[in-house]
C-alpha cells in the first residue's frame, strides 16, 4: 500500500514535470518558460512527498506491531518501539495520562479481567502526508473470563461474555515513536458486551 502511494506521488510529480518541460519548448505565438528554480522547486516537493510517505509506511508498520503483537501478547518491555517515555494517553472516557509506565499500568488492567484481548486487524490505516499523524481503525476482541477488581478488594465475577467492537487510535509521531496517543471506542458497547451494561 504505502509503495503504492509512493509510486502514485511520484508518477503525478513526473507527468507534471513533463508538462512543463513540454510547455516550455513549443514554439507556438503564447510561449510559457520555465526557469530553473520553479523545476527545483518541484523535484524538492517530489522529495518531500516521497520522505513523507515512506516516514508514514514506516510508523503504520510500527503500529500494526504494536498492536498484533505488542498488546495482543502483552509485551509491554517492547512499547517503547511505538511509544515516547512522556507519551499523552487520552482515553475514551475523556481523561489522559502521562508517561509510558502509566500507559502499560492501564493497558495491563485491561488483561486482568480479559486475558485474551486482542487486536487482530487493522480495516483502514492511513495518516498525514509527512508522517506525522497516522489514524488506524481495529477491531478489539476478548472474553471477560477473570474476576474484575472495583477497587477496596472487591471484585465483579466474570460473566464469561466474549466483546467485539471497533477501536481508533489517531497518533502524534515524532522521531519514530508516538508522543501523544487519542483513543477511540464506545465505553457503553464494550460494558453491554461485557455484560455490565445497565
Not at 518541460?21 to 527545483?40: F, H, P, Y
Not at 498492536?67 to 475523556?94: A, C, M
Not at 509521531?173 to 458497547?189: A, C, H, P, R, S
Request: with cysteine; glycine share 8%.
Amino acid at each position: 500500500m504505502s509503495k503504492l502511494i509512493i509510486s502514485i506521488n511520484a508518477l503525478i510529480v513526473t507527468i507534471i514535470l513533463a508538462v512543463v518541460v513540454t510547455l516550455s519548448s513549443c514554439n507556438s505565438g503564447n510561449t510559457i518558460s520555465v526557469s530553473k528554480t520553479e523545476i527545483d522547486s518541484l523535484r524538492n516537493q517530489i522529495k518531500e512527498m516521497t520522505a513523507g510517505n515512506q516516514l508514514l509506511a514506516k510508523n503504520l508498520v510500527t503500529f500494526d506491531t504494536l498492536d498484533y503483537t505488542v498488546f495482543s501478547n502483552q509485551q509491554w518491555v517492547r512499547l517503547h518501539e511505538s511509544h515516547s517515555k512522556d507519551i499523552k494517553v487520552n482515553w475514551p472516557d475523556g481523561h489522559f495520562t502521562m508517561g509510558i509506565e502509566r500507559h502499560i499500568s492501564d493497558l495491563k488492567s485491561m488483561f486482568v479481567y480479559a486475558p485474551d484481548t486482542r487486536i487482530k486487524q487493522h480495516p483502514v490505516r492511513f495518516g498525514s502526508s509527512n508522517g506525522e499523524w497516522t489514524a488506524v481503525t481495529g477491531i478489539m476482541e476478548g472474553t471477560f473470563s477473570k474476576p474484575m477488581p472495583i477497587g477496596g478488594g472487591k471484585f465483579i465475577q466474570p460473566t464469561g461474555k466474549s466483546f467485539k467492537l471497533p477501536m481508533c487510535t489517531i497518533g502524534h509521531w515524532k522521531d519514530g515513536v508516538m508522543i501523544e496517543e487519542y483513543l477511540f471506542w464506545d465505553n457503553q458497547t464494550y460494558m453491554n458486551q461485557l455484560g455490565l451494561g445497565k
